[in-house]
């Protein structure tokens, strides 16, 4: 089993910047991958970023491209975000599994997600 702990998220300007951070704890050499996802009432929950177990590989989602940055310690995971946008507005969740990919299926453990709210 793995448990990835999530702290509090929060309230920032659009225009600001974020970092999210993940520790994972408990067998976490069953899960090599880990990644981001977010979700609004209103949409599914949505592919942000991953990245492998060396860290030597990452994707990002199209609407964070260039605005955010994952990056993993051990067995912690960060995700800052600059430029934020209203629409960035979600709860966030980190996820653990054994592929680096954007399908939020092949991931086993998942966070209990932290709400990040951008004011305009």
């Known amino acids: 089993q793995v448990q990835l702990g999530e702290p509090g998220g929060g309230l920032v300007q659009a225009g600001g910047s974020l970092r999210h951070s993940c520790a994972a704890s408990g067998r976490t050499d069953s899960s090599s991958a880990m990644g981001w996802f977010r979700q609004t009432p209103a949409k599914e929950r949505e592919f942000v970023a991953a990245i492998s177990w060396s860290g030597s590989r990452t994707y990002y989602a199209d609407s964070v491209k260039g605005r955010a940055t994952i990056s993993r310690d051990n067995a912690t995971l960060y995700l800052r975000m600059n430029s934020l946008k209203p629409e960035d507005t979600a709860v966030y969740y980190c996820?653990?599994?054994?592929?680096?990919?954007?399908?939020?299926?092949?991931?086993?453990?998942w966070g209990q997600g932290t709400q990040v709210t951008v004011s305009s």
């Open positions: 996820a653990a599994g054994p592929r680096c990919t954007y399908y939020n299926t092949a991931y086993d453990y």
